[in-house]
C-alpha cells in the first residue's frame, strides 16, 4: 500500500480566496520588516565581532562543564563547539570557543584570556604549572617561598612549579608577586597539565561590518540570478512571480528571527541561500506543468489552468515538504545548539517557501496574465534558452 498525504486527484480552487492569501502574505512581510526596523536581529559574533579561541584537552570535551566554568566570567554570547578530525591523536580532543566582542574592542584582552584558560583548566582537572625564566640559582629561593601555597619543583625542570588541580585565581597573583620580588626572575608564564590554548583570533568591528554587507550582497545576487533564469527559460511574468515568492520567503524569515530574537550568524545567511534554492525548486515545478497545461488546454481561462497545474503537481509538493521536514525535526532535536538555528531557519523555510510556491508565485502569474499560445514564438521570449528542459 503506497502512502499518500494527499488524493491523488484533487480539484482545490487555491484562487477562490487569493485575496486573503495575498493579505496574509502582506501583512506578514509588513509585521517582519517592521520587527526588523524597530528591534533589529540578533546579531552573533560573526556579524558583532568577538574572539575565536581553539584548545586542545587529553580528556574528552565536555561542553557542559567548560559552558559551567567560562559563565562566572559574564562574556555574553559564547559557542562551544568540539572538532571532530581523523588525523586528531587518541588524547587530542580540540574545542572551538567564540566569546562576543567586549565592551566593543576589538579583541578580548589578554588577562581575560588567562582567565579563561585558568578557568578551563580547572574544568579539565589539571594542575595548574608556574614556568619561570630567569636565573637557574634562584631555583632553590622560589621553591622555599612557592612551598607554602602548594607549589611543588618538577621533576622535569628546576623552574618548573605545580599546583593542584583546582586552584583559586588569586593563587596566580600570589605566584606572580613572589616571582616580582627576586630580581633574578626575569618573567613567569602559567600552564595546564591536561589543557592548553593552542590558538586566539579576533574578528573586529570593522570586518564585521563587511561581513554583512557581503552577506546582503550574497543574497541579492542569489535573487537577482534567479530572475534571469525564470526570464530566460519562461516569461517575464514567471520571474516576477517566482522572485516575488522567494523576496517573500526571505524577508518574513528575517521577521522571525527579529521578532524571537534568534542569534542571526553566517549559519543563517547559508539557511537564507538554501531557502531560497528549496523554494525556487517547488516553484520551478508548479511552472512548468503549468507551461504544459498551456499547450494543452487552450480554451480553459488562466486561473483554471493555474488550478488544474497545482492541483497535479500537489501531491509530489507534499511528499516533498514533509519528508525534508521529519529530517529536519529530527536535526532539530538530536542535533545540538550548534545547528539549531540552522535548522530552525530551514524548517521555516520550507513551511513558507512551500505557501509561496503555492499561493504566492501562481497568484501573481494570475495577476500578471501570460502568453496563451506556445507554439508560436513570442517577441517577449524570443532567445535559445526558452524550450529548456526541467
Same mark, same amino acid.
Given at each position: 500500500m503506497?502512502?499518500?498525504?494527499?488524493?491523488?486527484?484533487?480539484?482545490?480552487?487555491?484562487?477562490?480566496r %487569493?485575496?486573503?492569501?495575498?493579505?496574509?502574505?502582506?501583512?506578514?512581510m509588513?509585521?517582519?520588516?517592521?520587527?526588523f526596523?524597530?528591534?533589529?536581529?540578533?546579531?552573533?559574533i560573526?556579524? *558583532?565581532?568577538?574572539?575565536?579561541?581553539r584548545?586542545?584537552?587529553?580528556?574528552?570535551?565536555?561542553?557542559?562543564?567548560?559552558?559551567? @566554568?567560562? @559563565?562566572?566570567?559574564?562574556? #555574553?554570547?559564547?559557542?562551544?563547539?568540539?572538532?571532530?578530525?581523523? %588525523?586528531?591523536?587518541?588524547?587530542?580532543?580540540?574545542?572551538?570557543? *567564540?566569546?562576543q566582542?567586549?565592551?566593543?574592542?576589538?579583541?578580548?584582552?589578554?588577562?581575560?584570556?588567562?582567565n579563561v584558560?585558568?578557568?578551563?583548566g580547572?574544568?579539565?582537572?589539571?594542575?595548574?604549572?608556574?614556568?619561570?625564566?630567569?636565573?637557574?640559582?634562584?631555583?632553590?629561593?622560589?621553591?622555599?617561598?612557592l612551598?607554602?601555597?602548594?607549589?611543588?619543583?618538577?621533576?622535569?625542570?628546576?623552574?618548573v612549579?605545580?599546583?593542584?588541580? #583546582?586552584? %583559586?585565581?588569586?593563587?596566580?597573583?600570589?605566584?606572580?608577586?613572589i616571582?616580582?620580588?627576586?630580581?633574578?626572575?626575569?618573567?613567569?608564564?602559567?600552564?595546564?597539565?591536561?589543557?592548553?590554548?593552542?590558538?586566539?583570533?579576533?574578528v573586529?568591528p570593522?570586518?564585521?561590518?563587511?561581513?554583512?554587507?557581503?552577506?546582503?550582497?550574497?543574497?541579492?545576487? @542569489?535573487?537577482a540570478?534567479v530572475?534571469?533564469?525564470?526570464?530566460?527559460?519562461?516569461e517575464?511574468?514567471?520571474a516576477?512571480?517566482?522572485?516575488?515568492?522567494?523576496?517573500?520567503?526571505? =524577508?518574513?524569515?528575517i521577521? =522571525?528571527?527579529?521578532e524571537?530574537?534568534?542569534?542571526?550568524?553566517? %549559519?543563517?545567511i547559508?539557511?537564507?541561500?538554501?531557502?531560497?534554492g528549496?523554494?525556487?525548486?517547488?516553484?520551478?515545478?508548479?511552472?512548468?506543468?503549468?507551461?504544459?497545461n498551456?499547450?494543452?488546454?487552450?480554451?480553459?481561462?488562466?486561473?483554471?489552468?493555474?488550478?488544474?497545474?497545482?492541483?497535479?503537481?500537489?501531491?509530489?509538493?507534499m511528499?516533498?515538504?514533509?519528508?525534508?521536514?521529519?529530517?529536519l525535526?529530527?536535526?532539530?532535536?538530536?542535533?545540538?545548539?550548534v545547528?539549531?538555528?540552522?535548522?530552525?531557519?530551514?524548517?521555516?523555510?520550507?513551511?513558507?517557501?512551500?505557501y509561496?510556491? =503555492?499561493?504566492?508565485?501562481?497568484?501573481?502569474?494570475?495577476?500578471? #496574465?501570460v502568453?496563451?499560445?506556445?507554439?508560436?514564438?513570442?517577441?517577449?521570449?524570443?532567445?535559445?534558452?526558452?524550450n529548456?528542459d526541467?
Open positions: 503506497r502512502l499518500r498525504l494527499v488524493p491523488e486527484e484533487t480539484s482545490f480552487d487555491f484562487f477562490k %487569493a485575496k486573503l492569501w495575498l493579505g496574509i502574505s502582506a501583512l506578514m509588513v509585521v517582519g520588516f517592521a520587527s526596523l524597530l528591534q533589529g536581529l540578533n546579531f552573533g560573526d556579524f *558583532r565581532g568577538g574572539t575565536t579561541i584548545t586542545e584537552a587529553v580528556e574528552a570535551v565536555d561542553v557542559g562543564a567548560y559552558r559551567d @566554568a567560562l @559563565a562566572t566570567h559574564g562574556l #555574553g554570547d559564547v559557542s562551544i563547539t568540539e572538532v571532530f578530525d581523523p %588525523a586528531f591523536e587518541e588524547d587530542q580532543h580540540v574545542a572551538m570557543i *567564540r566569546i566582542a567586549q565592551d566593543e574592542g576589538e579583541a578580548i584582552s589578554g588577562e581575560l584570556i588567562e584558560a585558568h578557568s578551563l580547572n574544568a579539565t582537572g589539571s594542575d595548574l604549572v608556574a614556568v619561570f625564566e630567569g636565573d637557574v640559582e634562584s631555583a632553590g629561593i622560589l621553591a622555599d617561598a612551598s607554602p601555597i602548594g607549589g611543588k619543583n618538577s621533576l622535569d625542570a628546576e623552574m612549579f605545580e599546583f593542584p588541580a #583546582g586552584s %583559586a585565581f588569586d593563587l596566580r597573583e600570589k605566584i606572580k608577586s616571582a616580582t620580588q627576586n630580581a633574578a626572575i626575569s618573567k613567569v608564564g602559567f600552564e595546564y597539565s591536561n589543557f592548553k590554548i593552542v590558538s586566539v583570533e579576533s573586529g570593522k570586518v564585521s561590518g563587511e561581513l554583512i554587507q557581503t552577506a546582503v550582497i550574497a543574497v541579492v545576487l @542569489a535573487i540570478a530572475l534571469v533564469y525564470i526570464w530566460l527559460r519562461f517575464w511574468q514567471f516576477l512571480g517566482a522572485v516575488a515568492a522567494l523576496v517573500h520567503d526571505v =524577508v518574513l524569515t521577521g =522571525v528571527f527579529s524571537l530574537q534568534i542569534k542571526f550568524d553566517l %549559519a543563517i547559508a539557511a537564507l541561500l538554501t531557502i531560497v528549496y523554494s525556487l525548486n517547488d516553484t520551478v515545478v508548479v511552472f512548468d506543468r503549468v507551461r504544459e498551456l499547450r494543452r488546454y487552450k480554451k480553459k481561462d488562466l486561473a483554471e489552468v493555474l488550478n488544474i497545474s497545482i492541483n497535479e503537481t500537489l501531491s509530489r509538493t511528499m516533498t515538504s514533509v519528508t525534508t521536514l521529519l529530517a525535526i529530527s536535526l532539530y532535536v538530536l542535533g545540538g545548539d545547528i539549531r538555528g540552522f535548522v530552525f531557519a530551514m524548517i521555516w523555510g520550507v513551511i513558507v517557501g512551500t509561496s510556491s =503555492v499561493f504566492v508565485a501562481s497568484t501573481i502569474l494570475l495577476k500578471l #496574465g502568453k496563451r499560445d506556445w507554439s508560436k514564438q513570442a517577441n517577449t521570449t524570443g532567445n535559445q534558452f526558452g529548456i526541467a
